[in-house]
């Protein structure tokens, strides 16, 4: 059994069908999904859709494109709730930076500010991270560091493989694994996969986007976890069941809440 560690099921474009998608999960293998917080607007949704699936997650975070509309005391609204595993996907993001330089600055510092208090919210309610990293490798380990986030631990979602990250295995994190590493140009990150330690590894879709292999082109979904695990074990050359058993423990050994699910 897998646990999808990283699914957008509140997504717009699973409006119409996601009985149907969930069947096919389930009939897949997999036994939980977690809907990362991103957008607040889209959070109220992600709640309802926890509350009335019993293998549904979600986390609270705002990510780096949206730091601009983050507002703490909104998240505090749900981190309590039952079916909340985690504060994220929160992080740096410098891919699309203004290209004036003091609006670069300005956006950089409004990020950073963004994801330290967001540390600070899963320190406080003693939740983990679920990360992410574009093009900002550096400054997101030293925010890290420095700000205690090894107190919780957490997940790089959609790991990039940066070498420069992987001492945070030693610091109580995870490293997400999704359809990217199917790529046929993901050469790079095929090479460091093996680098990762085995039990700091986490399997994720990040549906509806970055869908793996034969699929490419098509809406990503819960299901095709399975292809990522599949991938996983050629590269590692190991038993795919035995690898599945190895992830699903480390997804319960992170989020808690996941513990008697699967």
């Known amino acids: 059994m897998i646990i999808d560690t ?4 509140n997504d717009k474009r699973f409006f119409e069908d996601l009985p149907e ?3 096919r999960a389930k ?9 990362p917080g991103a957008d607040p607007s889209e959070l109220e949704r992600a709640v309802t859709l926890c509350e009335t699936h019993e293998n549904l997650f979600f986390s609270v975070g705002v990510h780096p494109y949206d730091c601009q509309s983050y507002d703490r005391s909104y998240l505090e609204r749900y981190i309590t709730h039952p079916k909340c595993v985690a504060v994220g996907e929160c992080g740096l993001d410098y891919y699309r930076l203004p290209k004036d330089e003091s609006e670069k600055i300005e956006e950089k510092r409004r990020q950073k500010e963004v994801f330290i208090d967001q540390i600070d919210l899963a320190v406080q309610y003693k939740k983990p991270l ?9 400054d997101s380990l030293e925010l890290l560091l420095q700000e205690g986030a090894d107190q919780v631990g957490g997940v790089l979602h959609c790991f990039n493989a940066s070498e420069s990250l992987l001492p945070l295995a030693e610091q109580g994190f995870y490293f997400g694994i999704g359809g990217v590493v ?4 993901a050469k790079k990150l095929v090479q460091i996969v093996p680098k990762i330690p085995l039990d700091r590894i986490l399997f994720e879709t990040d549906a509806p986007y970055l869908t793996p292999h ?3 082109g098509e809406r990503n979904e819960p299901a095709y976890t ?7 074990a050629e590269i590692l050359e190991i038993d795919e069941t035995k690898l599945e058993e190895i992830v699903l423990h480390n ?8 513990e008697h699910i699967c």
Request: proline content about 2%.
């Open 251 to 258: 997804s319960k050994q992170l989020f808690k809440e996941l």
């Open 130 to 138: 679920i990360i992410h990293i574009r093009e900002a490798s550096h």
């Open 21 to 23: 998608v969930l069947t």
């Open 6 to 9: 990283h699914t957008h099921l």
């Open 27 to 35: 009939e897949a293998g997999i036994c939980a999904s977690i809907i």
């Open 182 to 185: 199917t790529f046929k140009n």
């Open 214 to 216: 034969p699929h490419r």
């Open 226 to 232: 399975k292809l990522v695990a599949k991938k996983v």
